[in-house]
T-cell receptor, first 116, second 116 residues
Framework: NAGVTQTPKFRVLKTGQSMTLLCAQD?????MYWYRQDPGMGLRLIHY???????AKGEVPDGYNVSRLKKQNFLLGLESAAPSQTSVYFC???????????????FGEGSRLTVL | AQTVTQSQPEMSVQEAETVTLSCTYD???????LFWYKQPPSRQMILVIR??????QNATENRFSVNFQKAAKSFSLKISDSQLGDTAMYFC?????????????FGTGTSLTVIP
């Protein structure tokens, strides 16, 4: 059972470089989310999507872009990485309650990104 | 805006003892869901327990139970017979129901150490 898969798991970037994090889920979930986790700050929502072709900003969207061209994939892009974007990034997915009456988030294993 | 507060950054408990982690939240919503997630050193976020706000009965899952006080907006997690494998970061989460995608809000986490 793959669930939610994130790639890559680790990455080191130089300031100004770009990269894309890929999230793939095989649970046919409508909703997908990107969070960042920093010490003492819990998880903060970057962007989310409620369906294929739709995206929306979360709490901390600046410096990130996302795309959801396919229902199972949600990409997070950093166009010009900055040291402040050093963090652990989590992708998560869920279904609306009318389809799956749990509502919980299913998480990937996280991606540790370091920007030098 | 919804806020979730975990006032205990770190806690420890002796193996086989009981420990309670606190969580309070602020919302004007009447119907919502609450969750406790566990994040062990492996970094994977794992659902521990969930509670629907419209249910008065406290949720239980084996050694894990909650004390849900809706009027006080409190949602504490009790771990009985603590085991070494319970050592982890624990996050309280609030889910707001929306047709445009459920919205989740996380606390800053409590780091629990189970001492042999």
């Amino acid at each position: 059972n793959a669930g939610v898969t994130q790639t890559p798991k680790f990455r080191v970037l130089k300031t100004g470089q770009s990269m894309t994090l890929l999230c793939a889920q095989d649970m046919n979930h409508e909703y997908m989310y990107w969070y960042r986790q920093d010490p003492g700050m819990g998880l903060r929502l970057i962007h989310y999507s409620v369906g294929e072709g739709t995206t929306a900003k979360g709490e901390v969207p600046d410096g990130y872009n996302v795309s959801r061209l396919k229902k199972q994939n949600f990409l997070l892009g950093l166009e010009s990485a900055a040291p402040s974007q050093t963090s652990v990034y989590f992708c998560a997915s869920s279904s609306p309650l009318w389809r799956a009456n749990t509502g919980e988030l299913f998480f990937g294993e996280g991606s540790r990104l370091t920007v030098l | 805006a919804q806020t979730v507060t975990q006032s205990q950054p770190e806690m420890s408990v002796q193996e086989a003892e009981t420990v309670t982690l606190s969580c309070t939240y602020d919302t004007s919503e009447n119907n919502y869901y609450l969750f406790w997630y566990k994040q062990p050193p492996s970094r994977q976020m794992i659902l521990v327990i969930r509670q629907e706000a419209y249910k008065q009965q406290n949720a239980t899952e084996n050694r894990f139970s909650v004390n849900f006080q809706k009027a006080a907006k409190s949602f504490s997690l009790k771990i009985s017979d603590s085991q070494l494998g319970d050592t982890a970061m624990y996050f309280c989460a609030f889910m707001k129901l929306r047709e445009t995608g459920n919205q989740f809000y996380f606390g800053t986490g409590t780091s629990l150490t189970v001492i042999p």
